[in-house]
Nanobody, 122 residues
Framework: QVQLVESGGGLVQAGDSLKLSCAASVRTSSTFYMGWFRQAPGKEREFVARSMWTGGSTVYADSVKGRFTISRDNAKNTVYLQMNSLKPEDTAVYYC???????????????WGQGTQVTVSS
């Protein structure tokens, strides 16, 4: 069972950058998919980005394309989400997720982190 722990959230101003980290408790298979979701108050959890541990099959939600980048450090069993040009509408709890297959919807992951709050002020 893979345990995921996010970190790096915080309060920033619009236009700022933030980098989230997701540390996996064990080394996952290279065929595992890692992803990021977010949930704003009163809204459903939504897909943000995903990638394989190998780095392939990277997909972003249209709302973050060109601003967010998912990456990983296999030696550290850690996945990152670099968020640039942040907007107030990016405010949400961000969750790391893992699955043995592609991640695009909230029902795909089999493992979830506890979430980290990102707040973007205008």
């Amino acid at each position: 069972q893979v345990q995921l722990v996010e970190s790096g959230g915080g309060l920033v101003q619009a236009g700022d950058s933030l980098k989230l980290s997701c540390a996996a408790s064990v080394r996952t298979s290279s065929t595992f998919y890692m992803g990021w979701f977010r949930q704003a108050p009163g809204k459903e959890r939504e897909f943000v980005a995903r990638s394989m541990w190998t780095g392939g099959s990277t997909v972003y939600a249209d709302s973050v394309k060109g601003r967010f980048t998912i990456s990983r450090d296999n030696a550290k069993n850690t996945v990152y989400l670099q968020m640039n040009s942040l907007k107030p509408e990016d405010t949400a709890v961000y969750y790391c997720a893992a699955a043995r297959g592609p991640i695009t919807v909230v029902t795909d992951p089999t493992n979830w982190g506890q979430g980290t709050q990102v707040t973007v002020s205008s």
